[in-house]
Each structure stands twice: as structure tokens, then as C-alpha cells.
């Protein structure tokens, strides 16, 4: 949304019974990330849980005049989204030990890289509405950007995705909370034929999945030209039209 990071609070859920040198490697984590960030870890608070959880409550600023909202889209946008997809499906695929090692270091590599490079890019552009694609998946995130007047029309192979999600999504190594988002989106989306693994990518929720950028199509090529510069490579995935029959349309 435009905001720059000041502090942030941890939140910790952990077992007593696990070792608590496991604990300090994970606020260890946190703390680079918090720093890379550019803000100050001040504290936080810690439970005792079954199962392990992690997480950071985050304050900072932006400008009232400055802030990027998610339903802010205009006609003529072209879409640029900074990671590509599948880190749900690949997690749940390595749960069962059925991802090889190549997939889980890249979905791993995916998830300790921080959006703040790909905004500081877009922060030099024409940006009309932006999201970052999480819990809700590809799609679902994709539908907070529509508002009263546009339509978004997605071309699915310049999508990208971590190679092997799709295999692992062809054999049904898919998450529950993905079956949520597709049965949430209904008939809000128009899925042409994509195929079901294709369509399991684009409902796939993601854990720091990347954003998904609504820029001015005056600006959107030399965007993505300066985005190239970073380590994980963008793509140009849609456009933003006139209102039409389907809100979203991936073909």
C-alpha cells in the first residue's frame, strides 16, 4: 500500500516439549527479516501451544495522499505479478514426501524474499491499485482489485509458477484452503479451458507469495524491465478492461 515499515512485535505459539533452540532460530529469522525490512523489532509476546506458530504484528507509515489501494484499477492496466505461484501447493506435496528438493528450496527461496524490492520499483510508476497474493490465492486476491467499472482478463501461460506445483497439483497434491477459494470465487471467474492442474495454481493459496500490480500501460514495460533487475523475475499476466459479462476471465 505505499507504507514504510517502523516496528514490529512478535507473536510466538510454541511447545514447551520442543527444543527452545528451535525457538531462537525462528526469532532469529524474524528479527533478519524485521531488519532487512528496515524496521526495529520492540518486543512481543509468547504462549505455550501444541503446535508451533509465528508471526509479526507490524506498524509503519505512509502518506494519506500516497496510499495504494487494492480496488483502485483502471481501464487500460496491465498486470504484473513479482512471484510465481504454487508454494501451497509444493509445502502440502513436501507434508506427504512427495516434493523433491529442488521444488521445496525454490517454494523456501520464494517465501524469505521480501516484497519490499518489487515496491520500492513500483514506487517510480504509474501504479493504480496493488496486492500482495496470500491466504486467498492468485485468484482470489485478483478479485479484491475488480471495482464497479473494470474487468480483468488473465493470460494463464504467463503465469509463472514453480515447475513442478504443476504435476503435483495433476496428482491431487492440492490444500483444502484451495477447494475454499474455488468454491468462495463461484462464478465470479471464467475459467476457459486452462485445465484443472492450471486452475488448482491459480486457487492456490500462497505463504509471502508476491504482489500483483495494476500500473498504467504507458509505464508497464519499463516496470517490468526494472523489476528484471531482482533475483526472482516478474511477468506481465493480464490487462484491466471495460466492465464486461465475466468479472474475470482467464484464458
Known sequence: MGGTVLTALNIVCFPEKLDPNILGEILRGGAEKVMESGGILSGGHSIND???KYGL???GIVHPDKV?????????DKLILTKPLGIGIVTTAHNVGEANDRSYREAIRLMETLNKYSAEKMSHYEVNGCTDITGFGFLGHLSEMLNDEISIIIESKKVP???EAFEYASEFLITSAGQKNRKHLGDKVNL????????EI???PQTS???LISVASK????????????????????????????RIEVY
Open 50 to 52: 501444541e503446535n508451533p
Open 57 to 59: 504484528s507490524v506498524t
Open 68 to 76: 495504494i489501494a487494492n480496488n483502485t484499477c483502471k481501464i487500460g
Open 161 to 163: 509458477y514453480i515447475e
Open 192 to 199: 476457459r479451458d486452462i485445465g484443472f492442474a492450471m486452475e
Open 202 to 204: 491459480l486457487f492456490d
Open 209 to 211: 507469495g508476491g504482489l
Open 219 to 246: 509505464d508497464a514495460v519499463a516496470l517490468l524491465e526494472d523489476l528484471e533487475e531482482l533475483d526472482i523475475k516478474s511477468s506481465l499476466v493480464g490487462e484491466i478492461v471495460e466492465k464486461g459479462e465475466h
